[in-house]
């Protein structure tokens, strides 16, 4: 077990605290990257004690394996301008970092008054590209994670915690 319901609620509860006391006085953006973070995000938007706005994007990502491709593709863009507005994208795990420096990149051209990341887990040592994430939930070792929004080939999102993938699962 990577996080335990307890611990995730935990971690959540820290994160939304740093992240309301940073943009105090100020609206946010958050914008969830479908369709892993989902419940985090949800999560996490409950106990935020800022105005909020709530925006979705989905991008490629693992596809039904357990490698990345290495490429990003937008197939869900925001619904609303983010002109002058302030983002925090949440991701549920930045792995390569490739997703992160692509919605990063793309925030910053349309003219956001700011833009921040936030990851439920971060995988440092799969990094391929430098990229900041402002607000980490836990580091993780190099393994594939299930549960809490992530899935193998679109299941166990349903898991109320994040567990390591059994390899035999993987193969089969
Ligand atoms: P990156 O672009 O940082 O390589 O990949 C980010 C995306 O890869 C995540 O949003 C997630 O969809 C997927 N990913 C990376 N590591 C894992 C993992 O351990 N388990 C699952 N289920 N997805 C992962």
């Known amino acids: 077990m990577v996080l335990s319901e307890q611990e995730?609620?935990?971690?959540?509860?820290?994160?939304?605290?740093?992240i309301s006391a940073?943009?105090?006085?100020?609206?946010?953006v958050v914008v969830g990257v479908l369709r892993g973070s989902v419940i985090f995000?949800?999560?996490?938007?409950?106990?935020?004690?800022v105005p909020v706005r709530l925006d979705f994007v989905a991008l490629s990502s693992y596809g039904d394996r357990v490698s990345s491709s290495?490429?990003?593709r937008l197939h869900k863009d925001?619904?609303?301008s983010v002109e002058d507005r302030h983002l925090l994208i949440v991701e549920d795990i930045v792995d390569t970092g490739l997703t992160l420096r692509y919605l990063?990149?793309?925030?910053?051209?349309?003219?956001?008054?700011?833009?921040?990341?936030?990851?439920l887990l971060?995988?440092?040592?799969?990094?391929?590209?430098?990229?900041r994430v402002d607000y980490v939930g836990k580091v993780v070792p190099d393994e594939f994670l299930v549960g809490y929004g992530?899935?193998?080939?679109?299941?166990?999102?349903?898991?109320?915690?994040?567990?390591?993938?059994?390899?035999?699962?993987?193969e089969s």
Do not use: F
């Not at 992530?150 to 993987?170: K, W």
């Open 150 to 170: 992530l899935d193998y080939a679109q299941r166990y999102r349903n898991l109320p915690y994040v567990g390591v993938l059994r390899r035999e699962l993987c």
């Open 41 to 49: 995000v949800a999560d996490l938007i409950r106990r935020l004690t």
């Open 8 to 18: 995730l609620s935990v971690v959540v509860a820290r994160l939304a605290a740093e």
């Open 122 to 131: 971060d995988k440092p040592s799969r990094r391929e590209v430098d990229t």
């Open 70 to 72: 290495g490429e990003v």
């Open 22 to 28: 940073d943009y105090h006085g100020r609206d946010l």
């Open 104 to 119: 990063l990149t793309s925030m910053q051209t349309r003219g956001a008054a700011s833009v921040k990341s936030c990851a």
């Open 78 to 80: 925001l619904e609303e």
